[in-house]
């Protein structure tokens, strides 16, 4: 802990900075989809989930690849942790969720994508994304391919 932090007495003299996601978020709804900075030019769209063990609500902003069918596919990469990312955990524990894509907020039901078709579709990833391979060399786990299909 910095010296900085520890003579601060009372919790309201801290300046919030806020993380990336908190950035992404902001400036992703500030001009209708589109983020600057590491993320300019990428499709991304914020994701509604439920924390599946607190409860707690929270938005994670994600790139995503549209697939021909108009679902969404979405990498639960964990940068190559040996664990899938906690927002992966908490879809699965409630599949039904809203995501924001530009200006549009809708609901969607997100399931894993398995078998030869998951193949398929990393195949596809990794061409656009090749740095996901990285993540896999990293880790013992298949990382988790996830399909996001508007509901109405």
Do not use: C
Request: aromatic share 6%.
């Amino acid at each position: 802990m910095t010296k900085q932090l520890r003579d601060v007495k009372d919790h309201k003299d801290l300046v919030h900075v806020p993380n990336l996601n908190e950035q992404v978020i902001d400036d992703f709804r500030a001009n209708q989809g589109r983020v600057g900075g590491p993320y300019e030019g990428a499709r991304i769209m914020l994701v509604h989930h439920v924390g599946a063990k607190t409860g707690a609500r929270r938005v994670t902003p994600m790139s995503y690849f549209p697939q021909e069918d108009g679902s969404m596919v979405v990498v639960a990469s964990n940068r190559g942790a040996s664990t899938n990312p906690a927002w992966y955990v908490n879809l699965m524990a409630r599949p039904r969720t809203d995501v924001e894509v530009g200006a549009e907020t809708f609901s969607v039901v997100v399931e894993e994508i398995t078998g030869t078709e998951r193949d398929a579709v990393w195949a596809d990833v990794v061409a656009v994304i090749p740095a996901v391979l990285d993540y896999q060399k990293k880790t013992n786990r298949t990382i988790p391919l996830l399909r996001l299909t508007r509901v109405d």
